[in-house]
C-alpha cells in the first residue's frame, strides 16, 4: 500500500492562487509518474497535470495550461501544483495520484494505481 499526503485547497478569489502539495513515500517516488486530477460535483474525474519523476518533464490539461504548474522536490518526496489565476471553474476536490515504476505521462485515472484523500478547492467569483 502507497499512501499519500495531500495539503494546501481551500477557499479564494478567482484569480487568486493556492499551491497543493502531495507527499509521497521515498522508496515509490524515484521512479514514478505523479498526478493531479480534479472532480467536480456531478462531473467524472479529469486530468489536470503530471510529471515524471525521473525526467521532471511536465504535461498539463489545456484547461489549466500556462496557470497551473506541476513541480517536484526529490528531497521531500513531494510534489506540488501551484495555481495561479484561478477560475471558478476550477473548483473542485483535487487529488493526487501516482503510477509506480513509469517514466511515462498518463492521462487516465484508471492508469493510476494509488490516489491521495483528495482536497477541496473551492474559487468564488
Known amino acids: 500500500q502507497v499512501q499519500l499526503v495531500e495539503s494546501g485547497g481551500g477557499l479564494v478569489q478567482a484569480g487568486g492562487s493556492l499551491r497543493l502539495s502531495c507527499t509521497a513515500p521515498?522508496?515509490?517516488?524515484?521512479?514514478?509518474?505523479m498526478a493531479w486530477f480534479r472532480q467536480a460535483p456531478g462531473k467524472e474525474r479529469e486530468f489536470v497535470a503530471a510529471?515524471?519523476?525521473?525526467?521532471?518533464?511536465?504535461n498539463y490539461a489545456d484547461s489549466v495550461k500556462g496557470r497551473f504548474t506541476i513541480s517536484r522536490d526529490s528531497a521531500k518526496n513531494t510534489v506540488y501544483l501551484q495555481m495561479n489565476r484561478l477560475k471558478p471553474d476550477d473548483t473542485a476536490v483535487y487529488y493526487c495520484?501516482?503510477?509506480?515504476?513509469?517514466?511515462?505521462?498518463?492521462?487516465?485515472?484508471?492508469?493510476?494505481?494509488?490516489w491521495g484523500q483528495g482536497t477541496q478547492v473551492t474559487v468564488s467569483s
Open positions: 521515498a522508496r515509490t517516488i524515484s521512479s514514478s509518474t
Open positions: 495520484a501516482i503510477r509506480l515504476y513509469s517514466s511515462g505521462i498518463y492521462y487516465r485515472a484508471s492508469e493510476y494505481g494509488y
Open positions: 510529471i515524471s519523476w525521473l525526467s521532471g518533464s511536465p
